[in-house]
């Protein structure tokens, strides 16, 4: 799927425009949109590979409260040596019984489908992207009312669920205990009034901006979704970056000095240097690179082929190729045949790149786009090969 495809029917360059990070956004879909990325085969799976799961990769919820480990777990062999308490399948299935909420969390890496679902949203967002599967059931409600630190979309897959999305939002909460340790008492009186009731089925999607306070009511039956939560590059980014430029820095690794006169100019003058160190060209080309690499490594093997000699060098197939914007889209176009095909926006400028050389090393390739991730121009090169665009020379 791409990003568009994830966000239809409004498309991934108007949920950008008009929702993200702004305003909640319920689509609904077909009831098959997401079968290929998780349905009860696949759950059913996953969870049956116990030796992966660990309490605190598989944690449930009963009524609010989450379950003790030692209620549903025992100790055993950890796989990388060591003793985990791990999830035992027996215990499990008797508070799924009972109408507790079991959470698989970190599952983004577990399936071809879901490491390619998130490849899209990552380079349509411009984010990192981790998802967690809920499944739930009996008109429990597993969580109470609370906001969380990242953007959620959460894509339902199985059952039916009821959201209550509230009009208070946290604003740019993260992922520290300042907004991590809040009092529910807090969550209660913050959430404000009721925004809208939403009702989640199979082919449905909800995204909800960080900060934006909900809870979420399954029906009778069992139902499941995934959050997929995004987190973006933000200023602390910036400051951490700060940090290690400034450990070059003499005057920052000086010590302080003790006289309140001395100690405010010794401030004054880090102010200064910290101000000259962000504005500067390599800060800018280095916060850039930053961004652009915002994403987690999502490798796919290709057995047997990945073991024989890849290609390193490409020729171009066809010399009447160019790209072209059309109707706020970027199309790959023949100009002899009329024929072309849709780019994603994420890489329109690998695309460009190629197809306005005749020949090119994959190397060039990297340098021309530095902070890049190696799967990325992995993908593209495949698809172009894939295409007949391109072909080894």
């Known amino acids: 799927m791409t990003f568009d495809e994830i966000m239809a029917p409004l498309g991934g360059a108007r949920f950008i425009e008009e929702h ?9 879909g077909p009831a098959d949109k997401w079968a290929r990325v ?6 059913n799976r996953l969870l049956g590979a116990s030796s992966i799961w660990a309490a605190a990769s598989l944690p449930l919820v009963l009524d609010k409260e989450p379950v003790p480990a030692a209620a549903y777990c025992a100790p055993a062999p950890g796989r990388d040596g060591g003793t985990v308490l791990r999830p035992d399948p027996a215990k499990v299935k008797a508070l799924l019984r009972r109408g507790a909420t079991l959470v698989a969390n970190d599952i983004d890496q577990l399936t071809p489908e879901l490491r390619a679902f998130c490849r899209a949203m990552e380079e349509g967002l411009g984010g990192k992207v981790q998802a967690n599967l809920y499944l739930s059931s009996k008109r429990r409600q597993g969580f109470a009312v609370h906001f969380d630190t990242h953007d959620v979309f959460a894509v339902h897959c199985m059952g039916e669920k009821t959201w209550m999305v509230f009009e208070g939002r946290a604003e740019d909460p993260i992922a520290h205990p300042m907004f991590k340790n809040l009092p529910q008492e807090h969550h209660e009186k913050a959430k404000g009034a009721l925004w809208k009731e939403v009702r989640l089925k199979p082919g449905d999607l909800l995204y909800l901006p960080r900060g934006q306070y909900h809870y979420a009511l399954a029906d009778e039956g069992p139902c499941c979704h995934i959050a997929f939560g995004v987190t973006y590059p933000i200023g602390l980014d910036v400051v ?4 290690e430029r400034m450990v070059g820095e ?19 003058a880090l102010g200064d240097r910290l101000a000259a160190v962000t504005a500067d060209s390599r800060t800018l080309a280095d ?4 961004m652009a690499g915002f994403r987690y490594g999502r490798e796919d093997y290709d057995l047997p082929g990945l073991i024989e000699q890849a290609p390193s060098r ?3 197939r066809h010399a009447d190729l160019k790209l ?12 002899s045949t009329r024929e072309g095909v849709e780019v994603p926006g994420p890489i329109k400028d690998l695309v460009g790149w190629v197809v306005a050389r005749e020949s ?12 890049r991730p190696a799967n990325q121009f992995d993908a593209v090169l495949a698809q172009m090969e894939k295409m007949r665009v391109i072909e080894a020379a």
């Open 250 to 268: 003499p005057l920052a690794r000086a010590n302080l000095p003790r006289d309140p006169a001395a100690l405010a100019r010794r401030l004054a």
């Open 287 to 290: 916060i850039q690179a930053f």
């Open 240 to 243: 951490s970056y700060l940090f």
């Open 324 to 335: 072209v914007e059309q109707g706020g889209k970027t199309l790959l176009v023949r100009t």
């Open 314 to 316: 490409f020729r171009r």
């Open 20 to 28: 993200l990070g702004r305003a909640p956004l319920h689509l609904e």
């Open 38 to 43: 998780m349905n009860w085969e696949v759950l």
């Open 360 to 371: 090119f090393d994959r190397a060039e390739l990297e340098r021309a786009f530095p902070g």
